[in-house]
């Protein structure tokens, strides 16, 4: 069926404001359903004329006013579409962006399932087709459809028994086109699918050559990407058969339409119940229901498409994030007390099977103003805990509280200003350096930007680019080594005032002299403010007040830096003998 | 925008011979489809004439006439569709395989430039519109060939009146051609507009960890809704040139049937002249007829979009030849799965030496790059690369490897020349792990073989090596856990030591890291070192690292600033003698 409930459902909140171009729309359109129904009437007093022998001068302005209503119904045509497209791209731009920011509030398990490549193709791809479902669905189908319905009216008019043949005959054909719309759509909805996961695939490659040309893998992905087109191609052809059997019903259409004037004509006319012009006129009428039929037909297969995206965009609207933003306790100001309560998290498999947990009843107090190094091999925990901390996600048991006031009281957007994390990965956009640092927030201003890249001793840096704050990165950062990254990251955080700062292994990556560059930045972040320091390297701890060591998700060791390193017995004197060739220099 | 070495014309037409069974095919049965409502043409001219001669014809006899053109005219609508999808599909997975060989074929570093989202479009949107027009020189054939026949019958009626017809038709199309400047120009405006937007959405997703974290959805999305408007200004305006020109076209047929009107009047109105039959058969043909001539509009017009969609792919061939897209292909699509032939291990593969004389390479319009950079690798040495942020570190690697064309210099293997690093500095002489490697949305097994053909032994001695086999324990599907997209459901060092698992599978002579113990803990760090060296015997190592266990391991330390080598020796030498190298360190963790 013709999604039009889905769709004004979704829609109905974008289209309310345009309702005063909607409506010029309709009056647009109906004048040029109006002048294009006139004509044939004016076809039929011409051929009458003709037979019956009236004269040619009183002939020749009926054709000239043929002419002209016909150049006017094309203008109206014209006008119906400038303003379709614009009301349907306007209504669905903000379509786009609202399912944009659900999507980016979608927790970070959604995220790990969907590629960009398969989220550009559910934003853009899919709302696209909305759009371009309402100009051609307002012009198109409404349009058409009011015009099968006044030929209709015409045609009763003329003889009942005209108007019964043909309405029977649209009748009939309109509930064919829906039994074979029902059979088509399923197999679009397989195509769309298949596309998108190759272009899912596509991207991830393309941001990955290099990993694969030097360890020799480019074959590989060449077999890859065949045996995607190998299971796409058969429903890609039972998707194109589903297309023919609504061409099929056009053709149908047709020759039923004749068959029902070749019938009816002739009685009518033998009876001399009907002049040649009245069956010229029914056969005009018939062909001119044909073409609306036609077009209807031609856009089932954007239907289709519209009805596929339209069910994905309501499957997408309706996911909820696992992280529930219900919190209404704003953090204070300045510097946060973190607690972490009997905290039990494991990742949840796709399937929704369960692994042994990541962190297992984790307890622990960090007073405000306190920094906390975090040490563990990797995948000991330290990262999961930051994002428990963040609600990147959420713990399966206990509680986290900030200020005594448990995580999940708080607004996120409240929380994660408060709470600031630079990450191993520094994430950056084709864009320029402020867009990149501000993340396209256009009311922080250039001497606050420069004020607080010159406390990260980045002037020089920032000059050499040439353009300064204007100059474009590269997409995903290339062309930045990946400690400028990390500089620019740093950038990201200062500029907000967040009570707790988390380092995520944030200097591993920096050469020794850039390093020694971001140590200074990182003390002044580090005033007054609660830090924790997940760290791999003993040098990065130094300025820790206390330490925790994880294993396997457990805390081995808790407790003040300076008092366990004195301790020949704990852990972290064992590390900083093991790793004593780390701090030689 | 077009191309002077590959007009579209040659282009399509190199599409065009890879599959010249299909398209041939297709000609003749969309021709068939195209010629074939000339049939109810004449059955409705004898309709009429029957009622206004009336010749007595039966209804019924017209009735079974249509039924069985209608009937006919499924048959090889069917066929016909069944040609096309699959001379289509064929075609624009030629154009997708032939852009991704060439993308593999390049330098690797630089294969790839502009966002992913953006190099996505042309995968996308720019096969689709030219595989579009191609299909369309189909319906050109048809719609001519119809044209033909059409205007045949109607000069047999009546010439003069078949003129007047005619005369609006080709008006129009000029005036199609005239404007088919402007609307290219809007379709390029609107696919930049729709490029921005995918660039902008790929991104941001690519980046939702950090857009989370600090907290910027709104911000960002407020960007995606600006570049929203734009497209909705360069949409309407070419979506409404189209539908003026399609308009003219549509026009043509009620004009058309005006100056019928005007012009046949007298002979309608005479005893003898034109009959209703015959007019109606005027009429419906020229419905039929100004299909085709909108048909050749519309072509003209897609044609011009097409030249746009091949310049756009064709600059992602980067300078490759332009016919390259089209190049014929087996894509293997039906027999057996494809197989990927095992590279032969040579006894003269073996690494002797690697040496490297006056390496250099800047990055297109930068200063950035590496300058004469000379290197001796023995066999079975360990070499690290150190130096500032931006000294040319990854540079170097990647210049060794034939990731980025080196401007000048020579490497010499055995002291053999490399003619193309790209290609020689791959398993089994070389592999790499990228200081951010890239894992692929498959099982670790895939990601770590990419292609190969190893027991899960070797897969499992490559992961301990690599450090990652208690990280493998906890996985639930073992070998078969997938990864995730781009490797997200790994923490950043396991993908790390995964990428250096990957590396060390491929047991090549030379390995070359990145960077590779940025993610990792010290205890972790030090036992890959240990098994790196002491299992992976015979192996030759490049590594770029600030790290101690690495530093203090290595036969040679190499330091470089600002592109160049500036100190070459043992770490403890370095810390005797080069006062860069020093001040490089000083500072370094305290006691």
């Not at chain 2, 297109?364 to 950035?368: F, L, M, R, S, V």
């Given at each position: 069926m013709i999604p039009v409930r889905s769709y004004v459902r979704i829609l109905r909140k974008y289209l309310r404001p345009l309702r005063g171009r909607v409506a010029l729309l309709a009056v647009v359109a109906l004048t040029g359903i109006a002048l294009q129904l006139a004509g044939p009437q004016l076809i039929r007093a011409f051929l009458d004329g003709a037979t019956r022998g009236t004269e040619v001068s009183k002939l020749v302005p009926l054709a000239i006013w043929f002419i002209v209503i016909a150049v006017f119904q094309q203008g109206a045509k014209v006008w119906a579409t400038y303003i379709s497209v614009d009301v349907g791209w306007s209504a669905t731009n903000d379509l786009r962006a609202d399912l944009a920011e659900h999507v980016l509030h979608l927790d970070m398990g959604f995220h790990k399932e969907h590629t960009p490549g398969a989220l550009i193709e559910r934003i853009d791809g899919d709302v696209t087709s909305l759009s371009n479902f309402f100009s051609s669905f307002t012009i198109m189908v409404i349009g058409n459809l009011i015009l099968i319905a006044g030929i209709l009216v015409l045609l009763w008019v003329e003889h009942w028994l005209i108007g019964l043949g043909v309405t029977g005959f649209v009748v009939l054909i309109f509930s064919g086109m829906v039994k074979v719309q029902s059979i088509a759509v399923p197999r679009w909805k397989a195509v769309r699918a298949r596309s998108a996961e190759l272009m899912g695939f596509i991207g991830e490659q393309l941001g990955g050559t290099e990993d694969i040309k030097a360890n020799g893998g480019d074959r590989f992905m060449i077999a890859r990407f065949t045996n995607i087109l190998r299971q796409w191609l058969p429903e890609h052809v039972r998707g194109r058969h589903g297309f023919s059997m609504l061409w099929a019903m056009g053709i149908m259409t047709f020759i039923t339409g004749l068959v029902v004037v070749f019938f009816i004509g002739s009685i009518l006319f033998t009876d001399g119940i009907m002049t040649l012009g009245s069956v010229y006129l029914v056969f005009h009428y018939v062909q001119m229901s044909h073409d609306p039929m036609e077009q209807i037909r031609a856009q089932m297969e954007d239907f289709q498409k519209a009805g596929a995206g339209i069910a994905r965009v309501e499957d997408l609207l309706a996911r909820h994030s696992a992280?529930?933003?219900?919190?209404?306790t704003p953090l204070s100001g300045g510097s946060v007390e973190v607690h972490f309560d009997h905290v039990t998290f494991w990742y949840n498999d796709e399937d929704g099977e369960t692994d042994r947990p990541?962190?297992?009843n984790l307890n622990f107090t960090l007073p405000k103003g306190r920094v906390l190094g975090v040490l563990g091999?990797?995948?000991?925990?330290k990262s999961t805990l930051a994002r428990l901390l963040t609600r990147l996600y959420d713990p399966q048991q206990g509680t986290i509280r900030l200020d005594g006031t448990p995580?999940?009281?708080?607004?996120v957007e409240d929380l994660r200003h408060r709470v600031a994390m630079v990450t191993q990965d520094v994430q950056l956009f084709g864009a320029s350096i402020r867009d990149n640092l501000t993340f396209?927030?256009?009311?922080?201003d250039d001497e606050r930007l420069l004020d607080v890249i010159d406390q990260l001793g980045l002037t020089a840096w920032l000059a050499t680019?040439?353009?300064?704050?204007d100059s474009r990165l590269e997409a995903s950062g290339s062309g930045l080594s990946a400690g400028q990254a990390q500089l620019l990251a740093f950038t990201r955080i200062f500029l907000r005032d967040p009570g707790v700062v988390i380092?995520?292994?944030?200097?591993?990556?920096?050469?020794p002299a850039t390093e020694e560059l971001i140590e200074r930045a990182v003390d002044r972040l580090l005033e007054n403010r609660t830090g924790i320091i997940i760290a791999h390297r003993l040098a990065t701890i130094e300025r820790a007040d206390d330490i925790l060591i994880l294993e396997d998700g457990l805390i081995v060791e808790a407790g003040d830096r300076a008092r366990l390193a004195a301790d020949p017995d704990s852990r972290l004197s064992h590390l900083l003998a093991t790793g004593l060739e780390e701090v030689l220099a | 925008m077009t191309n002077r070495d590959a007009p579209t014309a040659k282009l399509m037409w190199g599409a065009i011979k890879s599959e010249r069974g299909r398209y041939s095919a297709n000609v003749l049965l969309w021709s068939t489809i195209w010629l074939m409502p000339v049939i109810p043409a004449l059955i409705v001219r004898g309709f009429f004439d029957s009622l206004e001669l009336?010749?007595?014809?039966?209804?019924v006899t017209f009735v079974a006439l249509i039924v069985g053109y209608g009937l006919g005219r499924v048959a090889v609508m069917v066929l016909a569709m069944h040609n096309d999808v699959h001379f289509e599909f064929r075609n624009a997975s030629q154009l997708r395989r032939n852009m991704l060989e060439r993308i593999y074929e390049m330098p690797a570093a630089q294969a790839?430039?502009?966002s992913p989202g953006e190099m996505i479009s042309r995968f996308r949107e720019d096969v689709d519109h030219t595989q579009e027009t191609i299909s369309w020189t189909v319906d050109m054939v048809g719609a001519t060939i119809f044209g033909v026949v059409a205007v045949w019958i109607l000069t047999g009626i009546d010439a003069g009146l078949t003129l007047a017809v005619f005369a609006p038709l080709v008006v129009m199309v000029v005036l199609a051609e005239r404007l088919g400047g402007r609307i290219k120009r809007y379709r390029e405006e609107a696919q930049a507009a729709t490029g921005r937007i995918t660039e902008a959405v790929g991104e941001m997703f690519g980046a939702v960890q950090s857009i989370k974290v600090a907290g910027a959805e709104h911000s960002m999305v407020e960007n995606l809704r600006e570049l929203n408007d734009g497209r909705r200004k360069a949409m309407v305006r070419d979506k409404t040139l189209t539908a003026g020109l399609e308009s003219v076209f549509w026009n043509t047929v009620s004009i058309g049937t005006g100056l019928i009107l005007l012009v046949g009047a007298g002979s309608l109105a005479?005893?003898?002249?034109?009959?209703v039959g015959e007019f109606a058969l005027f009429v419906y043909f020229l419905g039929f007829v100004t299909d085709a001539g909108y048909f050749v509009g519309i072509f003209i017009a897609r044609f011009k979009q097409a030249t746009v969609s091949y310049a756009r792919m064709i600059n992602l061939l980067?300078?490759?030849?332009?016919m390259r897209l089209v190049d014929k292909v087996d894509?293997?699509?039906?027999?057996?799965e494809p197989l990927i032939a095992a590279v032969p291990r040579r006894?003269?593969?073996?690494?002797?030496t690697l040496t490297v004389r006056e390496l250099t390479f800047h990055y297109?319009?930068?200063?950035?790059g590496i300058r004469g950079v000379d290197l001796d690798l023995p066999r079975g040495s360990f070499t690290v690369v150190t130096g500032r942020i931006g000294s040319g570190k990854t540079t170097l690697l990647r210049a060794l490897l034939g990731l980025v064309p080196a401007d000048a210099g020579e490497i010499l293997w055995n002291g053999e020349l490399v003619e193309d690093p790209s290609t020689w500095m791959v398993p089994p002489h070389a592999a790499y792990t990228p200081q951010v490697p890239s894992l692929f949305s498959m099982s670790l097994r895939d990601n770590l073989q990419l292609g190969r053909n190893d027991s899960d032994d070797e897969i499992v001695a490559a992961i301990r090596s690599a450090a990652l086999e208690r990280d493998l324990e906890d996985m639930?599907?073992?070998?078969?856990?997938m990864v995730g997209p781009r490797g997200m459901r790994l923490s950043g060092g396991q993908v790390q030591r995964t990428a250096a698992a990957r590396m060390l599978?491929?047991?090549?002579e030379l390995l070359v890291f990145?960077?590779?113990?940025?993610?990792?803990?010290v205890e972790t760090e030090q036992t890959l070192w240990r098994r790196l060296l002491e299992e992976q015997v015979g192996a030759t190592a490049l590594v770029v690292s600030h790290r101690l266990p690495a530093l203090m391991r290595a036969d040679q330390v190499l330091m470089m600033e600002e592109g160049r080598i500036v100190a070459r020796g043992s770490y403890k030498e370095l810390m005797e003698t080069s006062d860069a190298f020093n001040s490089l360190f000083a500072g370094n963790g305290a006691s």
């Open positions: 992280i529930a933003d219900d919190g209404v990541v962190l297992d091999r990797s995948g000991s925990g995580l999940s009281h708080v607004p396209f927030d256009h009311d922080v680019l040439g353009d300064g704050l380092l995520d292994e944030a200097s591993s990556r920096l050469d | 009336e010749t007595g014809a039966n209804a790839v430039q502009g005479a005893d003898g002249g034109l009959t980067r300078g490759g030849r332009p894509l293997e699509l039906t027999g057996p006894a003269s593969d073996q690494l002797e297109p319009g930068t200063d950035n639930p599907d073992g070998l078969d856990t599978l491929r047991r090549p990145d960077d590779l113990s940025s993610a990792l803990d």
